[in-house]
C-alpha cells in the first residue's frame, strides 16, 4: 500500500546575506516536523529555498560591479551552510533562478493571460526617486514618501494585473468551509477584516522598469512581479506543468505551507487565488507564525551601552553550544503562534534547566547506575508496583501525546510533553532511591524494576526527540546499543527492552554551563569584535579620504552670504510619528522660536538633542514634511554612512549669525 504523503515548505529567502538566529525559526520548525511525519512513516517532501529576483538585488549586484546571479550565488552557498549545520533534512532547496522554475513561472503567466485572469493595463503609484519605490496613496505620510518623507510623483508604468477581486467570495467561502485553513485562528479574522471586506485590488504581476526577473515570455518587455514568481515555487518544484509531473502528482496539495505572520496575506489570499484560477486543487493548511525578537527587535540586534552582546549569529551559537542546542531553544521558546524572545541568559537558562539537568541528568545517573549495579546489563523487570505504575503510563502514552501537538504544529507543547516524562523520571530516582536499594542484596530484583523503567523512559523519550535535536538524540540512543537505530516510531512504548541489553556509561551529553561566566565570556567577545569593527570603519574612513570628493562650482561672498545661518538652542526635541527617519526639533533663536523637522532619528536618539547647539539655515523658505511646517534646516556632515551635527562652540551665543 502507498504511504500517506506529507508535504511541507518554508517560505523561500531573499537572499539578503543577513542570516539570524530568526531567520533559521521557519526551517527548524519545517525540519522538525517533516522528521517527525518520516519517523511517523509518511512519505515526506520537505521544501525550501531561495526568493532571488527584484529590484533590490538588481541593484545591490550593480553596485558591486558584478551580474545579480554572481552576487547571490555565494549567498545562497552561505545559507545552504547554515541549514547544513543545523541538520536540515529537506528534499529539494529551490531557487527561483532554477531554470525548471523559470519555465513554470512562464508557462503558468501564460495560462493565466489566455484565460483572462491576468490583463494589461497601467499601474500608477506614488514614486520616491531617491528611495525608487512606488507607493499606494494610503501608504503615503501625508503625501509623503513614509520612508524619508520627501516629495514623491505619480508615476505610470504598463503592466499586467492578475484578477485577484474576483476571487474574494470564493476565499471568503474557502475559510468559510475549512476553519483549520489559516492557522492560528486569529489570523483568519485578521485577513477577513483587514483585507478581504474592505475589497481586494487586482494585482501588479509585472514591471517593465525592473530587468532582473523572469521575462513574460510572450511580452518581453515585462518580467514577473514578485508573487507570481515567488509563490509558484510550491508547485514547481514539484514539477508542475513540466514533462515529468509525477511528484505533482504524488505530494500536491501540500499539507503545511509555514510562513511567517508578516506574509500571510499572501499565502492565505494570493496563493489560493493563483490557485482557484489555475483550477488546482489547493493546501491544507497555512501556518502564520509569530517572531523570533531579539531585544524587541524581529530581525537583529539588542545594544548594551551601544554594542549588541546577543548571540544572533547562528554561526556562534552552533560553535559554542552545539547545533541541537540553537535547536531546541527556537522550538521550545517561541509559543504557539506568538513571538518569542532571545536573550543570552534566556538561552543559557534553557540549556542548562531542560538539555542538562533534567535530560542530560537522568541520562547520565541511570547509565551510570545500571553499569555500577549491573555491570551494563540491564536486567528485565520483575515486576512493576504502584509508584512505577504512572511512569509506564507516561512511556505508553508518550507517541499520542507529542503527536497531538505535532498534528496541531504546536512544537512547544510536543516538547514539553517529552520533558514532563523526563522530569517525572528524574523525580521517581529520588522516590525510588536507587542507591539505597544497590546496598541491600535482597532488593537486587526491585532495583532491576526501577532501572529498567528508567532505561525505558531515555529510550522512549530520545526516541520522541529525534526530529527535535536529532545528533544529540543519537548519542543517548547509542548508549543502548542494540536499540539505538531508530527508523520511525514503532517500537515507542514501555517493555520492549529486552533482558541482558547492553546499557553503555553516557558521557555528559549537555555538559553543565556557568551561566554567569559565559554571559560574560560572550559579552567580552562581542565588545572586542565592535572595537574591531570600529577600527575597520576607521581604516577605511582614513583611505575614504584619500580620495578626492565630488568638487562643486565656485560661488562668490555674495553669493555665499545670501544664506543666513544661525546659531540656535534645540529646546525640546520628538519623534515624528509615522516616520522613521524624522525628528521635530524646537529651536530657540534668541529672538524667535523655530520648527524643523530632520531626517536624522537613525542617528540621534530625541534626547540627545534637547539642550545641544546647532546651526540653522534660518532663511530657508518653510516646507511641509509629514504634515508639519519645517522652519529652517540643521547642518549635518554626511559621510555616506554617518551622519553628524555640525555643533557651535559651546559658548557661541543663541541667534548669532555664522559666517
Ligand atoms: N521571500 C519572501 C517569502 C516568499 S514565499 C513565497 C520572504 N523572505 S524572508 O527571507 O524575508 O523571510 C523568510 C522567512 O523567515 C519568513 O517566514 C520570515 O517570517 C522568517 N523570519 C525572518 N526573520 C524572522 C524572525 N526574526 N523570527 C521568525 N521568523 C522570521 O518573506
Same mark, same amino acid.
Given at each position: 500500500?502507498?504511504k500517506?504523503?506529507?508535504y511541507i ?11 539570524t538566529?530568526?531567520t ?6 519545517c ?5 517527525f511525519?518520516?519517523?511517523a512513516g509518511k512519505?515526506v517532501?520537505?521544501l525550501t529555498g531561495?526568493?532571488?529576483h527584484?529590484?533590490?538585488i538588481e541593484?545591490?549586484?550593480k553596485e ?9 550565488? !555565494?549567498?545562497?552557498d552561505?545559507?545552504?551552510g547554515?541549514?547544513?549545520m543545523?541538520d536540515i ?9 532554477d531554470?525548471d522554475?523559470?519555465?513554470?513561472v512562464?508557462?503558468i503567466?501564460k495560462?493565466?493571460?489566455?484565460q483572462? /485572469?491576468?490583463?494589461?493595463?497601467e499601474y ?6 531617491? +528611495?525608487e $519605490?512606488?507607493?499606494?496613496e494610503?501608504?503615503l505620510?501625508g503625501g509623503?514618501?513614509?520612508? +524619508?518623507g520627501r516629495?514623491?510623483?505619480?508615476e505610470?508604468?504598463?503592466?499586467y =494585473?492578475f484578477r485577484l ?7 471568503l467561502?474557502?475559510?468559510e468551509?475549512?476553519?483549520? =485553513?489559516?492557522? !492560528? ?6 485577513m477577513?477584516n483587514?483585507f478581504i471586506?474592505p475589497g481586494?485590488?487586482d494585482?501588479?504581476v509585472?514591471r517593465t ?19 507570481i514568481d515567488?509563490?509558484s @515555487?510550491?508547485?514547481?518544484?514539484l ?5 515529468d509531473?509525477? %511528484?505533482?502528482?504524488k505530494?500536491w496539495?501540500?499539507n %503545511?505551507?509555514?510562513?511567517g505572520k508578516?506574509i500571510i496575506r499572501?499565502?492565505a489570499i494570493i496563493?489560493?487565488?493563483?490557485l482557484?484560477a ?5 493546501p491544507e493548511?497555512v501556518?502564520?507564525?509569530g517572531?523570533l525578537?531579539v531585544?524587541? /527587535?524581529?530581525?537583529?540586534k539588542?545594544k548594551t551601552?551601544?554594542v549588541n552582546t546577543e548571540l544572533t549569529d547562528?554561526k556562534d551559537?552552533v560553535e559554542r553550544?552545539?547545533k541541537?542546542?540553537?535547536r531546541?531553544?527556537?522550538l521550545?521558546e517561541i509559543?504557539?503562534? $506568538?513571538?518569542g524572545v532571545?536573550?543570552n541568559?534566556a538561552?543559557l537558562?534553557?540549556l542548562?534547566?531542560?538539555?542538562s539537568?533534567?535530560l542530560?541528568n537522568l541520562?547520565?545517573r541511570t547509565?551510570?547506575?545500571v553499569?555500577q549495579y549491573f ?9 512493576i ?5 504512572q511512569?509506564v503510563a507516561m ?8 503527536e497531538g501537538?505535532v498534528?496541531?504544529?504546536n512544537?512547544?507543547?510536543? %516538547? ?5 516524562l523526563?522530569?517525572r523520571?528524574?523525580?521517581y ?9 544497590g546496598k541491600d ?6 532495583l532491576?524494576?526501577?532501572?529498567y523503567?528508567?532505561t525505558e523512559?531515555?529510550?522512549?523519550a530520545s526516541t520522541?526527540?529525534?526530529p527535535f535535536?536529532?545528533s ?6 547509542d +548508549?543502548?546499543?542494540e536499540?539505538?537505530?531508530v527508523? /520511525?516510531f514503532?517500537?515507542v512504548?514501555f517493555?520492549?527492552?529486552?533482558d541482558?541489553a547492553t ?6 551529553v549537555?555538559p ?6 559565559d554571559l560574560a ?7 572586542a569584535?565592535?572595537e574591531q569593527?570600529l577600527?575597520a570603519?576607521k581604516g577605511a ?6 580620495t578626492e570628493?565630488?568638487k562643486?562650482?565656485?560661488?562668490t561672498i555674495?553669493e =555665499? ?6 546659531v540656535?538652542l534645540?529646546?525640546d526635541?520628538v ?6 527617519k524624522?525628528l521635530k %526639533?524646537?529651536l ?5 522660536k523655530?520648527t ?5 532619528? /537613525? ?15 534660518a @532663511?530657508?523658505k ?5 504634515g ?7 547642518l +549635518?556632515?554626511d559621510?555616506?554612512?554617518?551622519v553628524n ?15
Open positions: 500500500m502507498a500517506d504523503t506529507f515548505t518554508t517560505p523561500i529567502y531573499y537572499p539578503s546575506g543577513h542570516w538566529i530568526g533559521c525559526y521557519t526551517t527548524v520548525v525540519d522538525a516536523m517533516a522528521r511525519y518520516r519517523m512519505d517532501f520537505f531561495t526568493d532571488e527584484g529590484q533590490k541593484g545591490k549586484a558591486k560591479g558584478v551580474t545579480p546571479k554572481q552576487f547571490i550565488d !555565494p549567498i545562497v552561505e545559507l545552504k547554515i541549514w547544513s543545523l533534512s529537506y528534499d529539494r532547496f529551490i531557487r527561483t533562478t531554470p522554475h523559470v519555465a513554470t512562464q508557462k503567466f495560462k493565466l493571460y489566455e483572462g /485572469d491576468i490583463y494589461k493595463s500608477e503609484g506614488f514614486y520616491c526617486t531617491p +528611495c $519605490s512606488f507607493w499606494t494610503t501608504q505620510n509623503k514618501c513614509p520612508d +524619508c516629495e514623491v510623483h505619480l505610470k508604468e504598463e503592466s =494585473f477581486s474576483k476571487y474574494a467570495d470564493r476565499i467561502k474557502l475559510y468551509d475549512n476553519p483549520e =485553513f489559516l492557522q !492560528p485562528k486569529s489570523r483568519m479574522n485578521e477577513i483587514n471586506k481586494l485590488q494585482l501588479c509585472s522598469s525592473i530587468k532582473w526577473g523572469i521575462p513574460v515570455d510572450f511580452d518581453d518587455k515585462h518580467v514577473v512581479y514578485v508573487w515567488a509563490l @515555487n510550491y508547485i514547481s518544484a514539477g508542475y506543468g513540466s514533462e509531473d509525477s %511528484l505533482y502528482k505530494f496539495p501540500a %503545511l505551507h509555514m510562513t508578516e499572501f499565502h496563493w489560493p487565488a493563483i482557484m489555475l483550477g488546482e486543487p489547493l493548511k501556518y502564520g507564525h517572531w525578537l531585544g524587541g /527587535d524581529k530581525l537583529s539588542s551601552e551601544n547562528p551559537i553550544y552545539g541541537d542546542s540553537l531546541y531553544f527556537l521550545r509559543p504557539f503562534g $506568538s513571538d532571545y536573550t541568559e538561552f537558562t534553557r542548562n534547566s531542560d538539555l539537568n533534567d542530560g541520562v547520565s547509565t551510570a547506575m553499569n555491570g551494563g546489563k540491564l536486567p528485565r523487570y520483575t515486576q508496583e504502584q509508584l512505577d505504575e511512569l512511556t505508553d502514552g508518550l507517541y499520542a501525546a507529542v501537538a498534528k496541531e504544529i512544537v512547544p507543547k510536543a %516538547l514539553g510533553e517529552i520533558f514532563k523526563v522530569g523520571a528524574n523525580k530516582i529520588d522516590e525510588t532511591m536507587p542507591w539505597v536499594l542484596p535482597s532488593a537486587k530484583g526491585r532491576s524494576t526501577v532501572m523503567v528508567l523512559v531515555i529510550r522512549n520522541m526527540l529525534l535535536i536529532p544529540s538524540a543519537q548519542k543517548i540512543l +548508549c543502548l546499543p536499540y539505538s537505530q527508523k /520511525d514503532s517500537k512504548g517493555g520492549v527492552i529486552e541482558g546499557v553503555i556509561k553516557s558521557a555528559p549537555f553543565r554551563i556557568d551561566i554567569k561566566k565570556d560572550i559579552a567580552a567577545m562581542m565588545h569584535r565592535h569593527a577600527n570603519q574612513e582614513k583611505a575614504d579620504k584619500k570628493p565630488q562643486s562650482e565656485q560661488i555674495d =555665499f552670504m545670501k544664506t543666513e545661518l544661525r540656535a534645540v529646546e526635541c519623534k515624528v510619528e509615522k516616520s522613521k524624522l %526639533l524646537s530657540d533663536l534668541g529672538y524667535e523655530r524643523v523637522v530632520s531626517g536624522i532619528a /537613525d542617528y540621534y536618539k530625541p534626547e540627545e538633542l534637547v539642550g545641544r547647539k546647532v546651526c540653522l539655515v @532663511n530657508l518653510p516646507a511641509k514634511l509629514c508639519i511646517e519645517s522652519q529652517g534646516m540643521i +549635518c556632515s559621510d555616506g554612512d554617518k551635527l555640525v555643533a557651535p562652540a559651546p559658548d557661541a551665543k543663541v541667534g548669532s549669525r555664522i559666517r
